[in-house]
């Protein structure tokens, strides 16, 4: 599945320290994206994301549930709207909390509505 990204593009560095580095997008349902670049000693893309504070769930049988992004929260239950991860525009096959980094690689979490 492609995905286009639309809205204004900032770029942000949260961190600095660390030896791995990758991008990390937000796009909300208005569209908006926000680029980050992470560097980070994690070794997942969820690890990394929870230590820049930039995603927040819960922890249930299934992994890491991510609920807000980037300080922006949304309940699939109340407002049908979830985040949806994605590696390199497509829809991951695993969990932001499973997902090793890879540097080539564009992740991000895109607001979707049902």
């Known amino acids: ?15 600095v320290d660390g030896e791995k580095t990758f991008v990390f997008k ?7 994206e926000k680029s980050f670049d992470i560097t980070t000693d994690a070794k ?3 690890e ?3 230590n820049e504070k930039l995603i927040s769930g819960e922890n249930g049988d299934y ?3 991510v609920d807000t992004v ?6 699939y239950n109340e407002d049908g709207a979830y985040w949806a991860f994605y590696v390199n525009g497509e829809y991951a ?4 909390d499973t997902t090793e980094i890879d540097e080539t690689a564009v ?7 049902a």
Request: charge should be negative; proline fraction near 2%.
């Open 1 to 15: 599945m492609a995905l286009g990204f639309a809205g204004c593009s900032n770029k942000e560095t949260p961190s």
């Open 26 to 32: 937000v796009v909300d349902l208005d569209g908006t």
């Open 44 to 46: 997942t893309v969820g």
């Open 48 to 50: 990394a994301l929870l």
């Open 63 to 65: 992994g890491l549930m």
């Open 70 to 75: 980037n300080g922006i929260k949304y309940d």
């Open 93 to 96: 096959m695993s969990g932001v």
């Open 107 to 113: 992740y991000s979490f895109v607001a979707t509505k």
